[in-house]
């Protein structure tokens, strides 16, 4: 314990510098701003910045700050649009338009998003705590993970989604499956075989995510706006008045932010999992711990818990990543990844032996994620008034103006026409499903999994030539697999005995 009050003691000194507390606050800003435009989102953010860093010569310890500064700044700002006008700016804040968007709507839009920065705070501190206690005991276990135990981890993670599906389980499985079959489309890396193409080079990459999103929720909700609007309804919100969220609800949901940092944190030290997979596993987790308690929950429809939980698991799974990141030199997260190509452009490699060889890095970078939070969390909070001005703007302003930026994320993609009217197309798509009462969420996290899921499976049936058993051999399969059936299974089968009581008494 002495080693690391020592080590940490080296990190805040690094972190202290006046260059690096600098970089921190205009990383964290600059990456609240990536975070808030759709189609951004934290890797692009961090690639931007790494050959300004570069040609700065900035010391590497100074541009790992500056990095993760954005990185996690980007994942603060992904939830303002998210809460304000639905549109996620980034995979992981899909769950917090569920109730995020529903609370605003409700007048509560400044609550929400302080609510959701202290809790996107409380679980970047746990992240930050668990990295300097656990880090080398969880890189282990993360090493345990393989093919077969990641295809069931999605295989988890979907069975998660029952929880969100409600009274419509059709039409949530067949989102889902819309999601998973919209994951296929381009050219097979395994086998380079074209998949529902049509023979358009434009989808030979598939459709992009950032293209689903913004078509699903910013297109669709603008339509259901547009219709409003002619039909003589007003879209504009009248504000409670509060600036920020008080203590009574603080404690309500205080349960659900430790949970759910917890969990997070748990899900970021696996490599490649995602802050994706933790906000939906925590979302679907509050859900159905809550109304357990209280069967008048209203998650879906502006539920307090609902918006903290996913906020709290992303944020926190975002600095796990650092952890294999570090530990093992195996990238945590798609942005991690961006960033190991940063270090080797100092020769660095990151790996067991940095510890040793670059403490003041390691541990600069651990102190200054604390910082970086810190800072985000006293730079968010006095701003959501402004923020949340959004919401007066007319609908005539408002519709064509989110429209807009929504097309400017979606054209910075690929600077082509096609990704345009994909967006229109499957955004008049999604419309038409609002109206059938379709979920989208499990459609979109079908598409965030879907690719994930299918490679690790074929992965893990390659190393058996297509035996099944893989998928069950290890320990931590079949407790996957064991969690997974009950969570499916036991929901109804405890309904159908309530049901059984009820008719006998």
């Known amino acids: 314990m002495s080693d690391i009050l020592a080590h940490l003691s080296m990190g805040f000194g690094v972190a202290f510098s006046w260059t690096n507390l600098l970089v921190a606050a205009i990383g964290s800003f600059f990456g609240t701003l990536v975070g808030v435009l759709p189609g951004l989102g934290p890797i692009n953010g961090v690639a931007m910045l790494i050959p300004i860093a570069f ?93 077969a135990e990641y295809f069931v981890l999605m295989v988890f993670a979907f069975c998660c989604l029952t929880s969100l599906l409600g009274d419509k389980p059709v039409k949530g499985v067949l989102a889902a499956m819309l999601g998973l079959a919209i994951a296929t489309v381009g050219v097979d890396s395994n086998s380079g075989v074209y998949r529902y193409t049509f023979d358009s080079v434009h989808l030979f990459d598939g459709i992009q995510f950032v293209v689903v999103v913004i078509a699903l929720f910013a297109v669709s909700e603008l339509l259901e706006m547009l219709e409003k609007v002619m039909a003589g309804h007003s ?38 999992a995602g802050a994706s997979v933790a906000a939906a596993v925590a979302y679907s987790n509050e859900k159905r711990i809550c109304e357990a308690k209280d069967p008048n929950a209203k998650f879906g429809r502006g539920d307090l818990r609902g918006l903290v939980a996913p906020e709290a698991a ?79 703007v007319p609908g005539w302003l408002m519709v064509p103006g989110i429209l807009a930026v929504s097309y400017i994320g979606v054209y910075a993609i690929n600077a082509g ?55 069950f051999d290890s320990n931590i399969s079949k407790g996957l697999w064991a969690v997974s059936l009950i969570i499916v299974f036991l929901p109804p089968f405890l309904r159908y005995l309530k049901r059984r009581k009820k008719i006998a008494m």
């Open 235 to 272: 879209v504009e919100v009248e504000s409670s008045g509060r600036k920020i969220f008080n203590l009574k609800e603080m404690a309500y949901t205080w349960w659900s932010v430790v949970r759910s940092a917890l969990l997070g944190f748990g899900v970021g030290v696996l490599p490649g």
């Open 314 to 392: 992303a944020t926190s799974s975002a600095i796990g990543s650092f952890v294999p990141m570090l530990t093992l030199g195996v990238p945590g997260s798609g942005t991690t990844a961006v960033m190991m190509g940063a270090l080797t452009l100092y020769n660095i490699t990151p790996g067991p032996v940095l510890f040793e060889t670059k403490p003041e890095l390691v541990w600069g970078l651990i102190a200054s994620l604390f910082i970086a939070n810190v800072m985000l969390f006293v730079m968010n909070v006095p701003m959501v008034r402004i923020f949340s001005k959004v919401l007066s």
């Open 417 to 471: 026409t096609f990704d345009l009217l994909m967006v229109a197309g499957v955004g008049g798509l999604g419309y038409l499903l609002r109206k059938a009462d379709v979920p989208m969420a499990p459609l979109v996290l079908g598409v965030v999994l879907g690719d994930m899921m299918e490679q690790n499976l074929r992965r893990a049936l390659s190393m058996t030539d297509g035996a099944l058993h893989v998928l």
């Open 55 to 147: 040609a700065m010569n900035l010391p590497p310890e100074t541009a790992l700050i500056l990095l993760a500064a954005v990185y996690v700044g980007a994942e603060y700002g992904g939830r303002i649009t998210s809460i304000l006008i639905n549109v996620p700016g980034e995979a992981s804040a899909i769950m917090t338009t569920l109730d995020g968007y529903p609370l605003a709507r409700q007048g509560l839009a400044n609550v929400a998003l302080s609510l959701s920065a202290w809790s996107a705070f409380f679980g970047s501190l746990v992240s930050v705590c668990g990295i300097i206690l656990l880090a080398p005991l969880l890189a282990k276990w993360a090493l345990a993970f393989g093919p």
